[in-house]
């Protein structure tokens, strides 16, 4: 499934739920954006600024901030993910 939304995920190099994110949305053929927050502090703040949250992964589909892992694995199991993407 080929999707067309804009995906961003902001996330660090060692955070497991930040993987656990990226392939699923891969595995939805999501086309993603990925800002590593990790060593980039002005990332993190925008980050910060856009989610009102200081945790990653933040994603983001189009403008609409889905939040994190938990999140999104929760909209996947509503089938609520599919039509987002």
Do not use: W
């Amino acid at each position: 499934m080929e999707t067309t939304a804009t995906v961003t995920v902001y996330s660090t190099n060692t955070c497991p739920y930040c993987v656990m994110a990226k392939h699923l949305l891969g595995a939805k053929g999501a086309a993603m954006t990925e800002i590593d927050v990790g060593s980039d502090y002005e990332q993190l703040q925008q980050m910060m600024a856009r989610s009102g949250r200081r945790t990653v992964p933040q994603i983001f589909i189009g403008d609409v901030h889905v939040g994190g892992y938990d999140d999104l694995l929760a909209l996947d199991r509503q089938g609520k993910l599919d039509t987002m993407l």
